[in-house]
């Protein structure tokens, strides 16, 4: 749900979030950044995002776009279920600001990731490991350079049921939140793929996050993911 995959894929993705944070206000994200997979060469994915429409319950913020997003996807190596079940795939990620001006970042983020996958029959684990770099370096004013730790766990309960949890840890060495980490618990569950047409499937998922540590950016945040594979 929140650990991007390090499979290439070909789909249709929108996400939607509710979120509450430490201050008791409420955010709806409409879209989450989420947008078009494309394979258009071997071993490399292009996703597209689409920027989020945010909406904050009154008078907590501002309804807007956020920034829009990109991802670059590169397949290093691969191997069957005969030859390991494994997979390593490098990530370059890109944060437009074309938000609006209460809720953009004002800055371009590139964000290089490496991610892992490992399967044993019907259980995989799957983790990715990046920093993200904006083009104001590590200002203390700034978002600075958070490192993002994510794994998933999953295991296909039957045909079309893929319970999982994910970890996510981010951790500021510098920037506004200097010195500060977070741990964030995602338990929630997959459905699909179903048969649409020919290769066209359906997928939805649902999750429910909770942070584990103090003083967290968000109390508690629930997560809809509906994906038309192809």
Known sequence: MTTVTPRLEEELRYDQSWESNNKGSHITSYGSG???ELIPWDNIEVILGVPA???YNKPAGKDGFADDSFLLKYRI???NEEHGNYIVSGFLGLSVPTGNKELTEDHYIVTPTLALGKGWGNFDVQSTMGVSIPDEGAAPEGSGTPLQINAALQ???VKVLWPEVE???TYWANGE????NQVVLSPGFLL????????VGATIGLAYQVALTDKPTFNHNFLLSMRIPF
Not at 177 to 180: F, L, P, T, Y
Not at 192 to 199: K, N
């Open 155 to 157: 295991y296909r309960l």
């Open 192 to 199: 699909g793929r179903f048969p649409i047409w020919h290769r």
């Open 53 to 55: 429409w945010q909406s």
């Open 167 to 169: 970890i996510n840890y």
């Open 77 to 79: 190596a691969a191997a």
């Open 34 to 36: 989420k947008g078009l």
């Open 177 to 180: 939140h200097a010195g500060k």
